[in-house]
């Protein structure tokens, strides 16, 4: 069974901030700039923090992982956004 989880990160190194993102980027929806949404059983969530553990420095890093629930939402909606709604980047690509 997998659940939701909001993944945000603080990484002060653009290669690893760029490796974190790109971690991300593989297992969920990008909502902002430093924030995933992920759905994940709990041995990808697993396998998810021992990745991240690779990449980050402990000391200068910080990657916060939210529980939401389960991914088939059943469970109440934990998110309560003000002002502009909530909506993932669009992300196209540019040929030069």
Known sequence: MQNMYLVSYDIS???RRTKVFDVLSGLGEHLQYSLFRC???PSALS???NRLREIIHQHADQVL???LGPANGEGANPAVVLGKPCMPIQRTAIII
Do not use: A, S, T, V
């Open 13 to 15: 190194g653009d290669k």
């Open 65 to 67: 992982i939210f529980d």
């Open 39 to 41: 759905p994940l059983d």
């Open 47 to 49: 396998r998810l923090q």
